[in-house]
């Protein structure tokens, strides 16, 4: 062989470079791995989100029954009304539990933004019914059968509601017009010192607030 003659292995073809099936295996390997762990971060941050979102969703039902029912007791009105077949008076304040609703009571303050021809006193129940808290108000206030009131449903999970009164003496009655009272003059119009409210829920157990009332 003349020494500028090419060798054998000189004239085979340059083998083009490329992967094993070994080596695309332990890629594909790998990268399973890395998008199995990556789709798990992401179910796992999207399921912490939709939990704090019904906690704050939660919270925000709580807050807003608590702002209500805070301000219906504070404005309590000495107004009775007409009951629903207009044959006698409801006390301006009424809780027994004997009726379907927890308390009755009118308040003042209601806004009129539309300033419609109407009053600024409400007749409002709160009702409890299979552990939901119900807010229901009249569209007048000295309403009749044919007057269906409006209900809104503040917060469920409720296991107890429990109100308390105060009357003149300081005292906790545990229903208004208290318990053995004589039906004296303006006894409809009667109103307690304080109201304390407990509301026991499923999820943030004990809840009490004391309220004032006013006037």
Not at 48 to 63: D, G, H, P, V, Y
Not at 87 to 116: C, F, H, I, K
């Amino acid at each position: 062989m003349s020494a500028h003659e090419p060798s054998p292995r000189a004239l085979q073809p340059r083998l083009a470079g490329g992967f094993t099936l070994i080596e695309v295996l332990v890629a594909v390997f790998i990268f399973s791995v890395i998008a199995v762990m990556a789709y798990g971060g992401y179910n796992d941050s999207a399921r912490q989100a939709e939990i704090s979102k019904a906690q704050m969703q939660r919270l925000e039902q709580l807050q807003t029954t608590v702002r209500l029912m805070t301000q219906d007791f504070e404005q309590l009105a000495p107004r009775p009304v007409r009951d629903l077949l207009g044959q006698g008076l409801e006390n301006a304040l009424n809780s027994d539990a004997r009726s379907d609703y927890v308390v009755a009571l009118t308040r003042a303050g209601w806004s009129n933004p539309a300033g419609t021809q109407r009053s600024t006193l409400q007749r409002v129940h709160y009702v409890l019914k299979d552990n939901k808290l119900r807010r229901e108000h009249g569209s007048v206030l000295d309403a009749t059968l044919a007057n269906e009131p409006v209900k809104r449903e503040l917060i469920d999970k409720v296991e107890e509601l429990h109100i308390r009164y105060m009357d003149a003496n300081k005292q906790w009655q545990e229903q208004w017009p208290p318990l053995n009272t004589q039906q004296v003059a303006g006894m409809t119009r009667s109103r307690p010192v304080a109201i304390e409210v407990t509301l026991i829920l499923e999820d943030y157990g004990e809840i009490k607030r004391l309220i004032e009332v006013g006037g």
